[in-house]
């Protein structure tokens, strides 16, 4: 009954989405009704899959919204506390590519099993985290334990029901994978208002352990392990790489860059590892990555738009708890319900996404890219008076530009690869996309601080006794410079500005990053018209 572990083909990335993309190939009405033909057993390894991956993606976003209450109380700076994000989408991008092999050599249950008992352990180890530099680490093994449960998710669905169902299961399945991002900033912010942050991640500790045991009795049958072989030089020297660079982006701005002998050191080492990735791979029998996938035009086109479909899917999702928690005082509650539109625009665009990308993929991504682009250039216009419904609406559309984006994009990059090459390409897909992730957030994140920085020094040399603005009858006493207290509320206020400055620069960077993506998608070969 269990296909080959291998064949996680589907293995990564083509997640959520790949369900709508599932759909472009078959009309999923005869599949519907064949569902009611299907046994108690093939549901609950549904149920048990959904839950995992439901799970995982709550964890995603649900970080997001309870960092101003962990920079509080952790005592962290602006780019310290993204590191809770970067580096767990480092340490997801940087795993998913073994679930092939920890799936032949330990089967699909004892992965499944072991690595939502791990996640779920970790969720608790960041809950009582008591400094930063803990928090990290676990944070860290969320992503190493999480990373191979949306692929091993997807193969086990694709193996356990017939593939005249396959459409039907994974659209529910994608519909599961897609409400865990949504579900995770209202729960998370709702757990978080009620007791404190720690509590947003005790609440995955539950639901884990009941996975874990749904987990071990509904996928008895799936314990056959078979002995693949992985490139140990390839994937050490990239994932060294990978972790290299990004230590250096998110400690460079604290460090003063290569005025640190760190940044020198972690430089050196990311060139070092990359070049004996490089070569390696050139030069080995059976690489880690195979250089002849990028020989691939859809392909290889393809992983520079996943590149930049990653920078485009969490830089919000960071920079707008930040925003309305100091200088709006929005609580905790509002800030998730508001993030939470981010989804909804998801849901909205698997309405369209199936017809469209059916009849006209490159016009989809394209269409997908510039939703993005508009709504992170609206955000841009914001000043430090946005509304709620400013918020809501420009998230809503950013999310809907994703995830009609995203589809026809997954589909035009593997259209043209052999069947025995998808399996590895998925993973490097994947890892793609998470490293863009990881990178843009810390570049956004040091955007922001010196474009606050910046513009606080330059506000700060308008406040002065010659300036006649601050003798202005009309001005608040509360500003006066005549006291110590009139004077630090002042700076308060200008602190607030320069740092919306800042905000406004990074969504600026975004836009930008939407748009340049764009001229690419026509550089990928179309696809034939589905009747």
Known sequence: MAAAPADIASTTELSSRRASAAMAVASP?????????????????????????????????LANV???????????????????????????????????WLASWLGWRNVMFFCVGGFSVCS???????????????????????????????????????????????????????????????????????????????????????????????????????????????????????????????????????????????????????????????????????????????????????????????????????LLHDLRDYPDSMIGLLLAARGTGNWMAFLVVVPFSRRYPR???????????????????????????DVFWTNALQGFGFGLAYTPMTVLAFATLSADKITEASGVFTLVRNFGSSLFISVTVVLLVRSTAINYSRLTEFITPYNKALAFPGLPSAWSMDTTSGLMRLANEIQHRAAMIGYINAFYLLAATAAVGMPLVWLMRGMPRLQ
């Open 124 to 322: 608790f180890l960041c809950g009582i985290a008591d400094s930063l530099e803990t928090l990290v680490l676990y944070r860290i093994g969320q992503g190493l334990f999480g990373a191979p449960i949306m692929p091993m998710g997807q193969g086990i669905v694709l193996a356990t029901f017939p593939r005249h169902l396959h459409t039907a299961v994974m659209v529910i399945w994608g519909a599961g994978s897609v409400m865990g991002p949504v579900f995770g900033p209202i729960f998370g912010s709702m757990m978080a208002e009620a007791y404190n942050w720690r509590a947003a991640f005790f609440m995955i500790v539950p639901p884990g352990l009941m996975a874990m045991a749904c987990i071990w009795f509904a996928l008895s049958e799936y314990r056959d392990r078979t002995r693949t072989q992985l490139d140990w030089t390839g994937f050490l020297a990239l994932s060294a790489a990978i972790t290299g660079l990004q230590l250096m982006i998110d400690r460079g701005q604290r460090l003063d860059w290569f005025e640190s002998p760190e940044i020198c050191l972690e430089a050196g080492v990311a060139a070092i590892a990359f070049w004996i990735f490089a070569a390696h791979s050139l030069t080995a029998a059976r690489p880690f990555l195979d250089p002849k996938l990028l020989l691939d035009r859809n392909f290889s086109i393809g992983l520079v738009i996943a590149f930049f479909m990653g920078m485009l899917a969490f830089t919000s999702l960071v920079l707008f708890p930040g």
């Open 29 to 61: 009405a005869p599949a519907v009704g064949g569902l009611f033909s299907i046994g108690a057993r093939q549901w609950l390894i549904l149920l048990t899959v959904q839950i995992s991956t439901l799970l995982f993606g709550m964890t995603i976003t």
């Open 66 to 100: 309870v960092l101003p209450q962990i920079r509080g109380a952790l005592s962290a700076t602006q780019d310290e506390i993204a590191w809770v994000i970067t580096l767990n989408l480092v340490a997801t991008a940087v795993a998913t590519p073994m679930t092939g």
């Open 363 to 389: 016009l989809a991504v394209a269409t997908g890219l510039l939703a993005q682009a508009v709504a992170a250039w609206s955000m841009a216009q914001f000043d430090i008076n946005l509304s709620s419904f």
